[in-house]
């Protein structure tokens, strides 16, 4: 059985890659890793676009940002990796884009981002906890 924190971490950073895929109710990483990386980082883009009110100037680098990111985790998704590795790549590279955009956002901004992000984990954690409820 896989740790809890780790399914929860892992469930976060793979559903925040994605966040139109989670507000639907999917949020699966079976779904995400049916997008192409393009399309993930583009609907990326365009939440963070209204969710942070990004610049005309911020805009052509955090959605080249996403596209790296949404690159990168791609083969996370599609891997047959166990959990703990799978979670410690989405980890890495969900660090990586933090520092990204840490240094493309405003402070007030990257707080938001980071405040949004963990909005998704305990909704990750949520789910988690209602599907085990269900399921037992």
Known sequence: MIPRRLALGMAAALLFTNATVS???GGQMQELAKKRPEQRAKIQTLVMKEKL?????QLPTVE???LDTATAMQPVLESSEGPLIKMREARSIESQRDASLQKVLEPAQYQQWLAQKETMRQKAEQKLMEKRAGGS
């Open 23 to 25: 507000a639907q109710g």
């Open 64 to 66: 080249k940002i996403n």
């Open 53 to 57: 009110s990004l610049t005309e100037q």
